[in-house]
């Protein structure tokens, strides 16, 4: 991801800086959505794998990157508070 558009994202719901998420996070979240435990905040199943991901450290959620689009909805976002 382009550093420069990195620096000015923040999460939508909690106005805090973003950050790439780590491999591992990346890793465990895969590892859910193949046993098709991964919910987004809605409820709804993720099925669809990461390969990038932006993180709110605080808040402990994260957010997909698909196709080098970030997606900023905070109802598609993932809570990782439970990894």
Request: aromatic fraction near 4%.
């Amino acid at each position: 991801m382009n550093r420069q558009l990195l620096d000015l994202l923040v999460c939508p719901k909690h106005k805090k800086k973003l950050e790439l998420a780590e491999p591992q996070i990346i890793h465990a979240i895969n590892d859910k959505i193949k046993t098709k435990e991964c919910h987004d905040i809605a409820g709804n199943l993720v099925e669809e794998p990461l390969e990038e991901a932006l993180f709110q450290a605080q808040a402990k959620l994260l957010y997909a990157i698909r196709d080098d689009i970030p997606i900023l909805i905070y109802e598609q976002a993932i809570d990782v508070s439970n990894l």
